[in-house]
């Protein structure tokens, strides 16, 4: 998703953007472009709105996690890698405790787009369309692009501790559906081809 460039057509005025966290690994998604360049600045302005501890914020990029930490223990608090932060892109957030968190952003005016730059796993968010879908629907709409084969979605389930998914393969499909959750970030399987999918 790197190497392809998505255009963002934002609100020119900052808004304030609830975070709301579960204790342990949370995977979102940002509706709002982050007023912070990248995500070393927004771990220290989630931690500074915090009434807990955000230790860990990461995305999965070419089939690794690249990960910022926060450690309020050393003098110079983030460490680790320090990537961009946008909406249609999934995160995993990692804190110790349930908390609440805001950041300031720009709301978005169109819906985020979606780059897939290869086959593989890629972490996506689904920012700022009117529809609703759910991970059969999704299969549907970014197959329907024409020049992205897909055939899996799935979700990391916090109540159990794991990764649930459906796979779709020749109209037939295997799994639970489940709704797809604009704050909430899911891995997506590209079988092959490349190219960006826009929400309705």
């Known amino acids: 998703m790197e190497g392809q460039t998505v255009e963002l057509i934002v609100d020119d005025e900052l808004t304030t ?7 342990g690994y949370n995977f979102v998604s940002l509706s709002a472009l982050p007023d912070e360049a990248d995500s070393c600045q927004l771990i220290l302005n989630l931690n500074r ?3 807990g501890t955000i230790s860990k914020l990461g995305r999965f990029e070419s089939g690794r996690f690249e ?3 926060y450690n309020t ?8 890698d320090c990537f961009p932060v946008v909406p249609g892109r999934g995160y995993v957030v990692f804190t110790p405790d349930a908390t609440t968190s805001t950041y300031a952003g ?10 897939f730059d290869s086959a593989g796993w890629h972490l996506i968010g689904v920012n700022g369309g009117a529809k609703s879908y759910t991970a059969v629907t999704l299969i549907d709409s ?10 899996n979605v799935t979700e990391w389930s916090r109540a159990a501790s794991r990764y ?3 796979q779709k393969t020749d109209d037939v499909v ?27």
Do not use: H, M
Request: no cysteine; proline share 7%.
């Open 142 to 151: 970014i197959d329907s692009e024409g020049t992205i084969n897909v055939d």
């Open 164 to 166: 649930s998914g459906v």
């Open 73 to 80: 223990d050393i003098e110079s608090p983030v460490v680790g």
């Open 17 to 23: 953007v609830a975070f709301e966290l579960s204790s």
């Open 67 to 69: 990960v910022t930490s």
């Open 106 to 115: 720009y709301d978005l005016v169109e819906p985020a787009p979606v780059s």
């Open 49 to 51: 709105t915090s009434d």
């Open 174 to 200: 295997y799994g639970f559906d489940f709704p797809i959750n604009v704050d909430r970030g899911y891995f997506v399987l590209v079988k092959e081809g490349q190219g960006t999918w826009v929400p309705e």
